[in-house]
């Protein structure tokens, strides 16, 4: 049975997404990260980070070992759990210079960037694989409600992911 959502409902799930209100002017970073480390999670006050080709290949969440297997691709450093998703993440980004592992709309809550928020980070727990897309949300109660229109939601999440970057509202990770 399909769960309803009142609108009042999905805006306070959407609130949850934020991580607070942005007080800088500066344009906040297309590709999400922590400290220079994408598909990372501040939990209790220490930086965790997963691995993404885990979560795109192998449907699960594992840590990544930063230390030993990591890769640098627009900017950001990614870490992996071994050599071979290390290896395999590296494959992708030569084949075709766009790498299919990278989290779609950069990181970000894929449902508040369907609805324009742009400060919304999204939580590598919540991964999961949509066609070739590694989508993010905020919580797993936002990822439920984005799951309920997958198809709307990712057509205005990448729309508003690519105005808000041709705009200068996110910053390019160079």
């Not at 449907?59 to 290390?86: L, M, P, Y």
């Amino acid at each position: 049975m399909a769960h309803r959502f009142s609108a009042l409902k999905v805006l306070a799930l959407l609130l949850l997404c934020l991580p607070g209100l942005a007080l800088a002017q500066q344009a906040p970073d297309a590709i999400i990260h922590v400290d220079g480390i994408g598909f990372a999670r501040m939990i209790d006050g220490k930086r965790v980070v997963f691995d993404l080709v885990a979560a795109y290949d192998e449907h699960s969440i594992v840590e990544a070992d930063c230390t030993r297997f990591q890769s640098s691709v627009q900017g950001v450093n990614w870490c992996f759990a071994s050599a071979a998703h290390k290896e395999s993440f590296d494959a992708a980004t030569q084949e075709n210079g766009r790498n299919h592992y990278l989290p779609f709309v950069g990181g970000h809550c894929a449902l508040g960037m369907s609805v324009g928020n742009l400060e919304a980070r999204g939580d590598p727990r919540t991964a999961v694989r949509i066609g070739d897309q590694l989508v993010l949300n905020g919580r797993f109660e936002v990822r439920t409600i984005f799951l309920q229109d997958t198809e709307r939601n990712m057509d205005n999440a990448r729309l508003r992911y690519s105005l808000a970057i041709e705009g200068g509202k996110l910053r390019g990770n160079d």
